[in-house]
């Protein structure tokens, strides 16, 4: 399809694994955000990249999450010695990067669990 | 640093009635306004937005209302049906700066 895709949908990890989410946005949208929703919070912002600026990384929540985007697509949002509240669900959203309502398309999501 | 609040985290009404959704913000900077609706196990979906020059914008029975003043938006629903049973999120974008509210559960009882 042509929306934002997701993978995997589903990760368990144990504490202490890293794990690695992949994000492929729509094709031609050069802004891309990550975000998490931990169960029963809302959305919190988590990255953005936009082309090839410096992303934006004053959501991440520590040292232990990072992410790059390559070739201005394709983004991968890695998480370093899994802890159990790191478990949530985490969004991508991809979006032209100006004009009108600058709408955000999501992806469905993967649901991390850390045991 | 919470720039986009919706104090209520669930709201409940009647099928047919009016669901009125808050949200308030403190970025005066935000040049646009969306509301996303999310289902479960879904991603959320874009419902409507506002620029921060206008003060209403309305699409069918969706009716976005903004207070720059006040730095308050509010989402209309009417008549509301149990198919709008979602969790509703507020957001202001800055730039290409998006920030989200926690989201409001709402509820709509047939």
């Known amino acids: 399809g042509a929306g934002v895709s997701q993978s995997p949908s589903n990760k368990v990890t144990e504490k202490g694994k890293d794990v690695e989410l992949r994000c492929d946005p729509i094709?031609?949208?050069?802004?891309l955000y990550w975000y998490r929703q931990s169960l029963g919070q809302g959305l919190e912002f988590l990255i953005y990249?936009?082309?090839?600026?410096?992303?934006?990384k004053s959501g991440l929540p520590s040292d232990r999450f990072s992410a790059e985007r390559t070739g201005g697509s394709v983004s991968t949002l890695t998480i370093q010695r899994t802890q159990q509240e790191d478990s949530a669900v985490y969004l991508c959203?991809?979006?032209?990067?100006?004009?009108?309502?600058?709408?955000?398309?999501f992806g469905p999501g993967t649901r991390l669990t850390v045991l | 640093d919470q720039q986009v609040k919706q104090n209520s985290p669930s709201l409940s009404v009647q099928e047919g009635r009016i669901s009125i959704l808050n949200c308030d913000y403190t970025?005066?900077?935000?040049?646009?306004f969306l509301w996303y609706k999310k289902y479960p196990a879904e991603g959320p979906t874009f419902l409507i937005s506002?620029?921060?020059?206008?003060d209403k914008n309305e699409d069918g029975r969706f009716t976005v209302f903004l207070n720059k003043s006040a730095k308050h938006l509010s989402l209309h629903i009417v008549p509301s049906q149990p198919g709008d049973s979602a969790v509703y999120f507020c957001?202001?974008?800055?730039?290409?700066?998006?920030?989200f509210g926690a989201g409001t559960r709402l509820t709509v009882k047939p």
């Open positions: 959203a991809s979006s032209f990067p100006w004009g009108g309502n600058n709408e955000q398309f």
């Open positions: 506002i620029s921060s020059i206008k």
């Open positions: 990249f936009q082309g090839n600026s410096a992303p934006d």
């Open positions: 094709s031609g949208h050069t802004a």
């Open positions: 957001a202001g974008r800055e730039n290409n700066d998006m920030r």
């Open positions: 970025n005066s900077m935000f040049d646009y």
